[in-house]
């Protein structure tokens, strides 16, 4: 319970009137991180309000501390008694993920039971719906009677009340309802910190949406106050769920920290909170052979959730030594995996920015503790990447590595591309870097593709390499083996052929603009015609002085002059 | 003479060797404004390690000197930036002897009096050679094409010993450089008229077809020219044993396959054209350069030097492959006709457009090519401004030129026919 002190001058203070009772309004704020079997992980984030008011008797209440003003008008207003609704993008997949804490369906989904007192429900209801859509920047004014039923049995009230009577619970479900910023800011909003302090720092909508399911949901239904649940109080629940992709998030590395999910720390609890704590699922690393959390926390709690005994490691955030030196707690869970690199791998990018220019880069890896190997590198580049082949390096450990065969065939604008072929020796442990300078050639506006700013591929390249093998070979190739073993010949005993296919490269030219031929023809045309009539005129035509043309007047009578045979003016 | 010469050479060299030295020694030579795929510099390096590959450097379509660059550079290639100052500086010192001699004295008799204030002054004439020296060598577009290490300082420095030895009467000096200016580039053809119109003025030949004195001294220079270019050729082939550096060179100068842009008209003409009429255009454009040689010729054959200058210019405008160097070299012609500024029509204009077009050249090619912001067609609208403003200043000095030529002849202040001062139009 938080206390707070009144703030009422001495002077003013009367005898008769007794001192209002303390505020008992409560907020607290818990997250929950369950890593799931299938390597993505699951944050669910709850804030629990506790609002003590009596607004059933009638009397208006207008005094809000850490319930939210806007719901608590909303909620007074048409007599709700509980209020469900949530947001949901993505489709909880229960097979792959286990159950959730909070289930909820993809769109958005309203169900509310009203008060006894109300007449009209529906009317009540129809209002309710546009206010919220309101509230929430959600398009729930679409919730009218072609989407709305009663259920008789499905949805029993979750809160204190044995009001059962049907005619006052109405639910709705909008598939269709996207869930965006839009609607995280106002629910944020909501919050007594908040997205300030606490746990709501960590909902930054970059991430959360980047995700492969979320949704925040609001509940509001009456409980009890405590155990002796003499007097009841308002609980409004406000909760998040997010399911983080291993691939799409976690760049298929299976280790997940607060950074790495929210790209964010904590740095605090919230100060009005009474409770606020973090709890990471350590049902299946008991002895942390599976994962490793750090920091270490020493506070294990157990809980029954969903018929199961769960074991959770809790951060409590109102500790300040929670946060250590760094004052932000980032927790971190790293698999332990045996993962052993393969000896040779190789990697091909284009570096250098603009159209005009651009290098290719190939990287080629040994990944072998002490054996070097020879490798036969191969690229064929079109011909409008112009390479440039006195701007070829290739170094392995920062040193140059000259390659003992060079075969290269320029290209021939459009005939043939070009061929490069070099044979490279990988020192052990060590990564080679092979670049080379082109330059982008602009094409005639027929020879680019249908869609030109799509880019241009270039084909991968081929690296050709005798690789150490581990076991020694057999080179009788009569033998029987299976076929997935002898499609390459064994000549050596030690090494075995393999082939390295990179990535193909997207390259974008300088494009024309493809509306403007006929434009063009005339205004070169038009170009080298002032150039020609400038010369023509200079050429052809003398310098002679002008005599002015006489008036209007002085031409007529020359005409009539003319016509007497008179000598004109 | 000496002394602002030196000095000038002084301040020239020490620009050059700044920009050599600073960040912008990268920058420049990637500029298309500067370089293009005839005599870019990272291309006769690339040459050079095809050979080194053991490749034939025009095996591939990235080299297009001729086999004589390579004879040139493969012993002086690290001494590259030393080498292009010392073109320039050739050109500069070249320009100025060659200015010294000025037909002056020939004219003086002819002309009706009050045209003595056309006429140039010994005085005013003395600080010419100095002037034209200083308008190639601190050109700006000099000197980032030098800076850029450009073979188009080599293809002036060419011409420009080329006119020198015309101006001095050296019918084989200049048949030589001629040929090898022709051998670079094909377009110094043009210039074999004015070469041989000047070197017949000076003979006291005069130009009349009947005339057998006219016919021997034109076969005999024909012959030069044709032999050392021949010999050049020939010379070529020993080089690598082969003809491909025909087509590589000349028949990539003709055909302009490769549509790089540059401050050309070719380039988005040829990008944008139907295919159907592609040869045909090819055409019309090369003949464009040549054509007005004879019609230039026949007009201007009492001033061979002006019409040298009209042709460099021509090529310079209408050439497959255009860069800044060639425009530095005719620019740097204009300080010799100081005297027709009175006649001038559109300088400032003409000016003003140029200086606009050289500043938006560099920002509307990074809008296109790095920022993405605008596309071709901006950089395309500045280079054909760029062009039009060239053909009016090169057309309005040669309205300046026959004007004050009327005048000579004419007398300056014209009367019509009631006394009252005249107007002089073109009809």
């Known amino acids: ?569 | 003479m000496a002394a602002p010469l030196t000095l000038l050479l002084i301040v020239a060299v020490t620009i050059r060797a700044v920009l050599f030295r600073s960040s912008l020694a990268e920058l420049i030579p990637e500029r298309v404004e500067v370089v293009s795929p005839l005599n870019a510099w990272k291309r006769v390096v690339e040459g050079l390690a095809l050979l080194d590959l053991g490749v034939s450097p025009y095996a591939g379509d990235v080299f297009h000197e001729t086999p004589l660059i390579i004879y040139f550079f493969h012993f002086v290639i690290d001494y590259a930036e030393i080498v292009f100052m010392v073109m320039t500086r050739l050109v500069g010192c070249v320009f100025l002897l060659q200015f010294r001699k000025q037909k002056y004295a020939l004219e003086a008799e002819r002309y009706p009096l009050d045209c003595l204030e056309l006429i140039r002054t010994p005085k005013e004439m003395y600080y010419i050679p100095l002037k034209v020296a200083m308008f190639y060598l601190l050109n700006p577009f000099t000197i980032l094409s030098c800076v850029a290490k450009s073979t188009c300082g080599l293809n002036n420095a060419v011409i420009a010993l080329f006119i020198l030895c015309t101006v001095k009467g050296s019918s084989l000096m200049s048949a030589i450089f001629l040929a090898l200016a022709t051998y670079q580039s094909i377009y110094p053809l043009t210039l074999f008229a004015p070469a041989l119109l000047y070197l017949l003025q000076r003979l006291y030949i005069p130009v009349n077809w009947q005339r057998s004195s006219f016919w021997l001294f034109t076969t005999q220079y024909t012959f030069m020219y044709l032999g050392s270019l021949c010999v050049m050729v020939c010379l070529s082939f020993f080089l690598l044993s082969s003809w491909d550096f025909l087509s590589s060179v000349y028949g990539f100068i003709l055909s302009v396959p490769d549509l790089t842009p540059n401050i050309g008209l070719f380039w988005y003409f040829f990008a944008e054209m139907f295919e159907h009429f592609r040869l045909f255009f090819i055409c019309v454009f090369q003949i464009n350069v040549f054509f007005y040689t004879i019609p230039l010729s026949i007009k201007l054959k009492e001033h061979p030097i002006f019409l040298i200058f009209m042709q460099i210019a021509i090529i310079s405008i209408f050439k497959s492959y255009p860069t800044v160097g060639d425009i530095a070299l005719y620019m740097a012609f204009l300080p010799a006709w100081n005297h027709l500024y009175r006649f001038l029509r559109n300088i400032f204009l003409v000016s003003v457009v140029l200086l606009a077009c050289s500043a938006l050249f560099p920002v509307l090619w990074h809008l296109w090519i790095y920022a993405g912001s605008a596309n071709s067609n901006f950089y395309y609208a500045i280079t054909l401004l760029f062009n039009v403003a060239q053909i009016l200043l090169v057309s309005d000095y040669f309205y300046a030129y026959l004007r004050r030529e009327h005048h000579l002849t004419h007398g300056l202040y014209l009367k019509r026919k009631d006394g009252s001062e005249a107007t002089l139009v073109l009809k």
């Open chain 1, 1 to 569: 319970m938080v206390k707070e002190a009144d703030h009422v001058p001495d002077t003013m203070q009367t005898p008769d009137v007794p001192p209002p009772t303390p505020a008992k309004d409560q907020f607290q704020e818990e997250l929950v991180i369950r890593p799931l079997h299938s390597g993505d992980i699951y944050a669910s984030f709850q804030f629990r309000t506790m609002w003590d008011t009596d607004f059933l008797r009638g009397s208006k209440v207008s005094h809000y501390r850490l319930f939210p003003k806007s719901l608590g008008q909303v909620i007074s207003k048409f007599s709700v008694r509980e209020l469900h609704i949530s947001f949901t993008q993505g489709y909880w997949r229960t097979m792959q993920w286990g159950q959730p804490f909070l289930p909820s369906p993809p769109g958005a989904e309203l169900w509310v039971w009203f008060q006894d007192t109300v007449t009209d429900v529906d009317g009540a209801w129809k209002e309710l719906t546009n206010v919220l859509s309101g509230i929430f920047c959600a398009s729930l004014n679409f919730i009218d009677s072609t989407n709305t039923v009663q259920p008789s049995a499905s949805f029993k009230p979750l809160g204190l009340g044995n009001v059962t009577d049907q005619r006052f619970l109405r639910y709705a479900v909008l598939p269709r309802e996207i869930v965006c910023t839009e609607n995280l800011t106002p629910w944020k909003k909501l919050l007594p910190c908040g997205s300030k302090a606490g746990l709501a720092v960590l909902m930054k909508s970059e991430k959360l949406f980047h995700s492969s399911f979320h949704s925040q949901a609001l509940h509001f239904r009456p409980v009890c106050q405590d155990w002796k649940c003499k007097s009841t109080v308002w609980e409004l629940r406000q909760t998040l769920n997010v399911v983080f992709d291993l691939h799409t998030s976690g760049q298929g590395k299976r280790e997940w920290s607060l950074f790495k999910m929210f790209s964010r720390t904590l740095t605090e609890a919230c100060p009005l909170a009474s409770s606020s704590k973090v709890y990471v699922d350590v049902t299946d690393n008991p002895q942390g052979e599976l994962f490793e959390l750090s920091p270490t926390t020493p506070l294990l709690s157990q809980a029954v959730v969903l018929g199961d005994r769960r074991t959770y490691s809790v951060y409590d955030l109102t500790n300040q030594a929670t946060f250590g030196q760094t004052r932000s707690l980032n927790m971190l869970l790293r698999w332990r995996a045996a993962e052993s690199a393969p000896p040779h791998h190789d990697a091909r990018y284009v570096a250098g920015y603009g159209l005009q220019t651009g290098e290719i880069h190939t990287l080629m890896y040994n990944n072998h503790p002490y054996r070097a190997f020879p490798v036969l590198l191969l690229d064929t580049v079109p011909w409008y990447l112009r390479l440039y082949i006195h701007t070829l390096t290739v170094t392995s450990k920062g040193r140059d590595n000259k390659p003992s065969y060079i075969h290269y065939q320029p290209s021939k604008d459009r005939l043939r591309p070009h061929l490069l072929e070099m044979l490279v020796q990988l020192p052990p442990n060590s990564v080679t870097e092979v670049t080379m300078q082109f330059e982008r050639a602009l094409l005639k506006w027929t020879e680019y593709t249908p869609d030109p700013n799509h880019g241009f591929y270039v084909g991968s390249s081929v690296i050709s390499a005798l690789v150490p093998s581990v076991v020694a070979m057999d080179t009788n190739s009569t033998r029987e083996c299976p076929l997935f073993s002898s499609f390459f010949p064994c000549k050596e005993e030690s090494s075995y052929f393999m082939r390295v296919y990179t990535e193909p490269l997207l390259v974008n030219l300088p494009t024309p603009d493809f509306s403007m031929p006929y434009n063009v023809i005339c205004l070169t045309c038009t170009v080298v015609a002032v150039g020609y009539g400038s010369l023509y005129n200079l050429l052809t035509r003398t310098f002679q002085v002008e005599e002015p043309s006489p008036g209007l007047a002085k031409r007529l009578a020359n005409i009539i002059r003319r016509l007497r045979g008179v000598p004109l003016l």
